[in-house]
């Protein structure tokens, strides 16, 4: 496959783009270069290679569902900036009277 200004133009419409004559001149390149990786790979024996389908051959490994490493309210309140008993408070985010 080609990579040409007719290509980079298409792709530009197609991405909702707006790119300079130096952008697509880097773009030009950089897809050449991607390419050229693709065609790098295919050179590659693959003979006798399964497909990877999962990074790992573990299904549905579950554990129990066990609560740990619990704190106490004191804990968990003693770096809040602002408390107010048995409460974390924090700036109101929503002015609901608009």
């Known amino acids: 496959m080609e990579i040409n200004d007719e290509l980079i133009n298409k792709l530009e419409n197609l991405a909702k783009l707006s790119l300079s004559p130096e952008e697509k001149e880097i773009m030009k390149k950089d897809l050449t270069n991607i390419l050229g990786m693709i065609d790098k790979i295919k050179e590659v024996d693959?003979?006798?290679?399964?497909?990877?389908?999962?990074?790992?051959?573990?299904?549905?490994?579950?554990?129990?569902?066990e609560a740990r490493n619990e704190m106490t309210n004191?804990?968990?309140l003693k770096n809040a900036p602002s408390v107010q008993e048995p409460y974390?408070?924090?700036?109101?985010?929503?002015?609901?009277?608009k």
Not at 50 to 58: C, G, H, K, S, V
Not at 88 to 97: A, E, F, G, M, Q
């Open 46 to 65: 693959t003979t006798g290679v399964e497909p990877l389908r999962y990074i790992n051959q573990d299904v549905n490994v579950l554990r129990d569902d």
């Open 88 to 97: 974390i408070t924090v700036p109101k985010v929503i002015d609901l009277k």
């Open 74 to 76: 004191e804990e968990a």
